[in-house]
């Protein structure tokens, strides 16, 4: 099974939704263990990395996509 490609900064969707209603999450800190901050509620978890990935569905907008998109604008 190939891994799911994530980078800090990166906004994912989650299997499960969090308890506020939403499964959009912000990678925050990347090592052993993710944080990862609700875009809903704004609330912060940590959770090791196995389980991260395990309940990673995909990756909606990746941090390199959205430094791109503010650095065309702020040039502009």
Excluded: W, Y
């Amino acid at each position: 099974m190939e891994r799911k490609q994530f980078e800090l900064g990166d906004v994912v969707q989650m299997k499960k939704p969090h308890p506020c209603g939403t499964n959009e999450m912000e990678v925050i800190r990347m090592g052993m263990d993710i944080r990862i901050k609700c875009v809903g509620c704004k609330h912060s978890v940590l959770i090791p990395r196995a389980k991260f990935e395990k309940n990673l569905k995909k990756v909606l907008r990746a941090a390199a996509d959205r430094e791109e998109a503010g650095g065309e604008a702020a040039s502009s």
